[in-house]
């Protein structure tokens, strides 16, 4: 009676990703009413900084009032639903996002095309590049949305790129070779590398080497090179953080068929901290692809008064400096904690320089070195620390036991009580 | 290297319904900037009732400034991304779609699916009930932005329900047998039936009867029935409203199979004049569909921020329910201004009670009944009345001669101006007629001898041509 998309679970929410907020959902901690209930550490939110997006507003109230030097705005924006964007705020995002990147790139707003969201932005370059029945390549560990956001209504195929600890989860040509091929053997036409950078679960940027190594199997394959960018504004250490713009231009390949088959996806729900009000975006250079994805906005543009907050609030060329680097020193900080706090617990984690979230070492924890030892030792760790992390196997990692876990999304107080909780958890394992 | 979604054209934006714009956008009138520009009548937003709106902010300072007694809710919304909403939101929302029902349906929140816009509720809804190549069957006229709205990125086909001016383009059950016939030979698998209720472009409600023509054509054949209502709010005269659950109730339907098969669609872009807000919904009975529907809504969440202010205006019943009634009497009034002034220019209307727009017969302006001359004509009015309206064609009206023009967008003033130039623009059409000869205009009709020297086709419009018209 219904599609096989709504009777099927195409939507990856049977996935441990989803269970885990299931049951958090049912129980979650708070510090007076249910101080036994569980932590949620498997959410990237950031929530380290709405503070000084909260007095901006006070202190801005034309932004929110519809006002404009006390002219109402209210009609304009209200009848606003051009899919081109308000000018306003894709002229104040450029500037943004070409200071995350240090004004290494520039951006161009006619090339910029807003959407409700990354999971939006995602899913709609897939609808423009590739047809139903072909394939991405993504370097796992991924982020486990994807399965969702490119696969479900596209019908394309995700072909993993398998990263191993033995070089800290790096993209390498041998692994880049190895899934074109294994895509070839399932027949499946590859029509691009999707990239998450920095990367979501990893926590840290791509190198100069490894962002060499993509452009030059882009430009072999003839394919195009998708890089989601939304934790660039998180990076908080050395290596600085390359985007795939500035990797292109670095190999003076802005003149070359390449150049038309690299595309950005952002969104402000990491960096600023703000995924209801649905803001994403895609910036590409290929002039088709602006047009058809500004085409497909339709299904999913940013609300107008939404937009008008954000032109105001990001307008400030001296407020955007002063959040970005506040921001950056608080999710440095409050990475520090999570790496001691396991480091005292006897956990390491990846070195990592971005993102809101730790990939952590559970290994030595491990029953057996399989996926089914790793769902148990993340039911235990559900069960029994009341902390809901994300296993390595709802992002596609090869190897198992390792985890994420996020820690910009609650207080400094709830990240110590979880932190104790882990360490009293470790130990009661290592006694048995 | 693109995909074909790209590549080819069919996100139709290259019909004549956008090259109006097109060419709006590049001569916009201004009645002080550019008095000869070009009058947008051919955009369906509501313009007529922001000062209430503006009033209600102006009074409720907390919903805009993300306050809630004063303290700050800024943070819990920006963190606030559930694709079930904004619960006081969906609260609201069903009472305010229940009032505009004048309370004779009543709607549970947990079935209400919210989405940036009906543009995407639509889409979703195909991707929830259609396979690619699967159909679904639209009375005629249709807005034209569902060719790309329901068929894009779906692949779904729509196959058109031919309606006629004999009987105010009512839907016929013969007329729903030959769609699906027709698509049967195309080996089309239909799927359901998409019907727009209040209808854009006809501005018409549906009846009782087409109603009950619907269902018993739903249960028979086993396919869905979608009702997009976006227009609900928008009645202002008889007959009132019928929603497509009101008339399952009516026939107790509720504990048979079709009551799963049938979902709204709404939006607050028409009612409320808010297109710019992207608020738009699926409501249905259907639990797997609302599920499936409520996880695809994350490629289009409405703004938290939205959802917020919206809910604080929505929860206000007092302003509502004033908001509701006087809208109406301004579309009411402002349709009036349109429809007289076009029969003093000679040209009659689709008799209407909702809806932004009026459905204009221009038949007697055609040089033939060819939807060749339909296109000549919307040039001419285009360039030579400076007049953007939309053609039935690209509405996919069987008929070639109607027209859409839109009365809710623009002031009072301007639609004068919009009238003086219609008036204008058909006398000139009328004496060139005169000179020239073999051209009808509603004056000659029925009383002049040279009617021996028109063809057939002008003969059998004389015939008629005033019956269904007020």
Request: net charge neutral; with cysteine; hydrophobic share 40%.
């Amino acid at each position: 009676m219904l599609s096989s998309k709504a009777m099927l679970d195409g939507h990856g929410e049977e996935s441990p990703y989803f269970q885990g907020w299931k049951e958090y959902e049912k129980n979650p901690y708070d510090d007076v009413q249910n101080p036994t209930g569980i932590i949620q550490m498997g959410l990237a939110e950031n929530q380290l900084s709405l503070d000084l997006l909260k007095t901006w507003i006070k202190n801005n109230q034309d932004a929110t009032r519809f006002t404009n030097n006390g002219e109402s705005m209210f009609q304009d924006l209200a009848l606003f639903q051009d899919y081109h964007g308000l000018p306003a705020f894709k002229n104040v995002l450029v500037e943004f996002m070409a200071e995350i990147r240090g004004n290494k790139a520039s951006f161009d707003p006619r090339n910029l095309v807003l959407m409700a969201g990354a999971t939006t932005a995602s899913e709609t370059l897939t609808f423009c590049i590739a047809e139903h029945g072909d394939a991405f390549l993504l370097p796992t560990p991924y982020y486990p949305g994807y399965d969702r956001d490119l696969k479900w209504r596209t019908g394309v195929e995700l072909v993993p790129i398998h990263c191993s600890s033995s070089n800290g989860f790096k993209v390498t040509k041998l692994a880049l070779e190895e899934a074109y091929e294994h895509a070839k053997k399932l027949s499946l036409n590859v029509k691009g590398v999707l990239i998450t950078n920095p990367s979501n679960p990893l926590g840290t940027t791509m190198s100069h080497v490894e962002l060499d190594e993509l452009t030059t199997f882009a430009v072999a394959k003839k394919i195009h090179l998708i890089s989601d960018e939304i934790f660039s504004g998180t990076v908080f250490e050395n290596p600085s953080f390359i985007s795939i713009i500035e990797a292109v231009i670095n190999r003076k390949l802005e003149k070359t068929d390449l150049w038309s088959r690299v595309h950005i996806v952002y969104s402000l729900f990491k960096d600023l901290g703000i995924p209801g009000f649905r803001v994403g975006m895609i910036y590409s250079n290929n002039e088709r692809v602006v047009s058809t994805a500004t085409k497909m906005s339709s299904y999913g543009l940013v609300s107008s008064q939404t937009q008008y907050l954000l032109s105001k609030l990001l307008s400030g060329k001296e407020f955007r400096e002063n959040y970005l680097k506040e921001n950056r020193n608080r999710v440095k900080e409050r990475r520090e904690m999570m790496v001691v706090g396991l480091g005292e617990a006897g956990i390491s984690c990846l070195k990592g320089n971005a993102g809101l979230f730790c990939w952590v070492d559970l290994r030595n924890l491990l029953s057996s070195n399989t996926f089914t030892a790793e769902m148990e030792l993340w039911k235990k760790i559900l069960h029994e620390a009341g902390l809901n992390i994300s296993p390595g196997a709802s992002c596609h990692c090869s190897e198992p036991g390792w985890f994420r876990i996020c820690f910009a999304n609650m207080s400094p107080e709830t990240l110590k009580v979880s932190m104790e909780r882990m360490k009293a958890f470790i130990s009661k394992q290592s006694c048995m | 290297m693109l995909s074909k979604k790209v590549r080819l054209d069919a996100h139709g934006e290259d019909s004549s319904y956008f090259l109006g714009w097109k060419e709006y956008e590049k001569n916009a009138y201004d009645d002080v900037q550019n008095p000869t520009g070009i009058i947008q009548m051919g955009l369906a937003e509501n313009q007529l009732s922001f000062d209430l709106l503006e009033a209600w902010l102006a009074s409720n300072q907390d919903a805009a400034r993300l306050t809630k007694n004063g303290e700050s809710v800024f943070r819990e919304l920006a963190l606030f991304q559930d694709y079930h909403g904004l619960p006081e939101f969906k609260n609201v929302l069903v009472d305010f779609m229940a009032e505009i029902r004048r309370n004779k349906v009543s709607f549970d929140p947990r079935k209400l699916v919210l989405m940036a816009g009906a543009t995407s509720a639509n889409e979703t809804l195909m991707f929830c009930i259609a396979e690619p190549g699967d159909a679904f069957l639209l009375p005629t006229p249709y807005y034209p932005g569902f060719d790309r709205d329901l068929k894009w990125r779906t692949g779904v086909e729509l196959v058109p329900i031919h309606c006629s001016s004999s009987n105010g383009f009512k839907v016929t059950k013969f007329a729903l047998e030959e769609a699906y016939q027709q698509a049967q030979k195309l080996s089309l698998n239909v799927k359901g039936v998409l019907i727009t209720n209040p209808s854009n472009p006809l501005g018409t409600t549906m009846s009782h009867d087409e109603l009950e023509v619907l269902i018993t054509f739903a249960i028979a054949k086993k396919i869905h029935i979608i009702s997009d209502e976006i227009y609900s709010g928008t009645v202002f005269d008889h007959p009132s409203f019928i929603s497509i659950m009101k008339a399952l109730l009516d026939r107790k339907l509720e504990e048979t199979e079709v009551w799963n098969r049938v979902h709204v669609v709404y939006s607050l872009s028409k009612d409320l004049g808010v297109p710019g807000f992207r608020v738009g919904m699926i409501y249905s009975n259907n639990e797997t569909l609302v599920s499936a529907a409520t996880k695809m809504s994350s490629f289009g969440l409405i703004s938290s921020q939205t959802q917020y202010l919206l809910s604080k205006l929505l929860s206000d019943k007092k302003f509502t329910k004033n908001y509701m009634k006087e809208n109406r009497k301004r579309l009411k009034a402002r349709r009036e201004m349109l429809v007289t002034a076009l029969r003093d220019a000679g040209i009659e209307c689709l008799k209407s009670n909702a809806g932004l727009f009026c459905w204009v017969d221009m038949r007697n302006l055609l040089s033939s009944n060819t939807f060749d001359a339909e296109v000549e004509l919307w040039k001419k009015i285009l360039r030579e009345a400076g007049l953007n309206v939309s053609p039935g064609a690209s509405c996919h009206c069987s008929e070639p001669g109607w027209f859409r023009i839109c009365f809710a967008n623009m002031s009072e003033e301007t639609l004068k101006v919009s009238m003086q130039r219609m008036k204008a623009f058909v006398e000139k059409n009328t004496q060139q007629c005169r000179r020239g000869g073999g051209r009808v205009t509603h004056q000659e009709s029925g009383c002049n001898s040279r009617r021996r020297s028109l063809s057939n086709w002008v003969l059998n419009l004389c015939s008629y041509d005033r019956e269904p018209y007020r």
